[in-house]
């Protein structure tokens, strides 16, 4: 007569979810493993029993004081790691101070190589001397004669809707 | 139907007086409201016109709150304080910045964005409205422009950097850029004849309807003309305006950035037309620093159409510029 302890998940009849075996490269394990193939365990049964005993000395649990110790280690690193970076980030502001009249923050880190002298080619949509002043395509129009403006008709005067003037 | 709406901003300036009464196409009305130091006009298809103008003021708002060198809080006073030091500015700082600079480029420096410190030192130290109309002299020897080909741009991020001790200031180029951007505007919002007027500086889309054409009404020294536009932008600059006396001096707006100096050229103003307001403002105020001969070749040489006006009132006409309609006016 056997007697199953439902507290203990390693006692129990079935496991609350399937994890898939983890395939490494230890040969001794994976003779194991081909040896006792995964089977849904039954209750009581002599062959579960064999395999949940299998199962337990292929994977030794970690004791406390090794966890304490792997936690501690990961905490040097990440301080460490945390004033190098904090050291690195320091340097950069120093040697190129970037302020800024909006609200986008740009670090000098992320600004790329494109850049531009005034007298090279400054302008977002044209640059050169011809560009600045290019009139479009001529227009079908009354008063077309010059493409991107054009004057209408002098024959007849007509009360001013507008100035042009001196502002 | 003529409808005449006037709406005065929020800010008074005591020397703007709004204009006259014009005339106002059928089925159009017109909206007034001051920014930018100046005033602007609009003309509007009359079932369009609140909505039209709801956009207008907000985007001339907008682009006062960031260009104007008057402001303590605008993001062009806080580039300028931080000349010298890499800064990442905001999408219309830096599209008009590369406008201006590309502006500076095809003129050879004629127009030139970083004549701010001439500016002040000749006395142009605060909005023209709050400037005592004489000034004592200035014991400050004024330098040449030219340093906006020291200004360093990076377009990935939108970053400027001024030379140290140099200022920037868009002034008639912001203008003409607000008018063409407000025009867009409203052309998105579905409105397809319209008139944007910035102190001056205008651009139209469309015609009025039965009409044809925007006849504008273009000052001189001693007289106006009535110049019908079709379609484009006109500009004028000169010195009817934003002029002062600083010592024995009398200063005005416009320097010449070989000097450092309040231009000597011999005109009184210059307009000119454009495919967009902010060509015609950059073309009138360089041919205005060229003078005479040198501003007639600049214009034809960009196929430019401009009025000339010298300081004892004759004129001269360039490229497709109407005569015909100034000389029937007499």
Request: aromatic letters at 8%; a neutral charge.
């Amino acid at each position: 007569m056997s007697f199953i302890n439902t507290n203990d998940p390693y006692e129990q009849v079935t496991l609350p979810y399937y994890q898939p075996p983890i395939e490494r490269t230890d040969p001794i394990l994976s003779q194991q493993k081909k040896a006792v193939p995964f089977t849904t365990p039954r209750a009581g049964s002599s062959q579960s029993k064999t395999m949940r005993s299998s199962q337990a000395s292929a994977s030794p649990r970690m004791s406390k004081a090794e966890a304490l110790a792997v936690v501690r280690r990961c905490k040097t690193w990440l301080i460490g790691g945390s004033l190098v970076s904090f050291g690195i980030l320091s340097a950069l502001v120093a040697g190129h101070a970037v302020g800024t009249t909006s609200s986008t923050q740009v670090t000098p880190a992320a600004v790329n190589n494109q850049t531009t002298s005034a007298s090279n080619a400054p302008a977002t949509s044209s640059s050169s001397d011809g560009e600045f002043f290019q009139q479009p395509q001529q227009q079908q129009s009354q008063g077309g004669e010059n493409g991107g403006y054009g004057f209408g008709n002098s024959n007849s005067w007509q009360a001013p809707v507008s100035r042009s003037r001196v502002s | 139907m003529a409808l005449e709406t006037v709406i005065p901003g929020r800010h008074q300036y005591p020397d703007l007086v709004f204009p006259e009464p014009l005339h106002i196409p059928f089925g159009m009305a017109r909206a007034q409201f001051l920014a930018m130091g100046t005033t602007i006009s609009l003309l509007l298809p009359a079932e369009y016109l609140r909505r039209g103008e709801e956009i207008v003021r907000t985007l001339f708002a907008d682009w006062e709150q960031t260009l104007s060198r008057f402001l303590l809080e605008s993001e062009l006073t806080h580039l300028n304080r931080l000349s010298g030091k890499s800064v990442i500015v905001s999408e219309l700082l830096f599209t008009v910045m590369c406008r201006a600079l590309a502006a500076a480029q095809a003129t050879d420096g004629l127009y030139d964005p970083t004549l701010l410190n001439q500016l002040v030192q000749l006395g142009y130290d605060r909005s023209f409205d709050e400037l005592p109309a004489v000034q004592s002299a200035s014991e400050h020897l004024n330098s040449p422009g030219g340093r906006w080909r020291d200004i360093h741009i990076e377009r990935a991020v939108r970053l400027v950097k001024l030379p140290p001790g140099i200022n920037v200031e868009f002034g008639g180029i912001a203008k003409g850029m607000a008018v063409d951007a407000a025009l867009e505007s409203l052309r998105q919002e579905g409105i397809d004849t319209a008139l944007v007027n910035a102190g001056g500086d205008l651009a139209v889309l469309g015609v009025p309807p039965q009409e044809n054409q925007w006849p504008i009404e273009v000052q001189g020294k001693t007289r106006s003309w009535v110049i019908p536009l079709h379609h484009g932008a006109f500009a004028t600059s000169g010195v009817a305006r934003r002029r002062w006396q600083q010592g024995a001096y009398m200063r005005h707006h416009l320097i010449d950035p070989r000097t450092g100096l309040s231009a000597q050229s011999g005109l009184w103003s210059v307009t000119v037309a454009a495919a967009n307001c902010e060509q015609a403002e950059v073309a009138a105020k360089v041919a205005f620093l060229l003078g005479v001969e040198q501003g007639c070749e600049f214009l034809r040489r960009h196929f430019l159409a401009g009025l000339l006006v010298q300081e004892d009132g004759t004129w001269m006409s360039v490229g497709s510029w109407p005569r015909e309609a100034m000389l029937k006016e007499g």
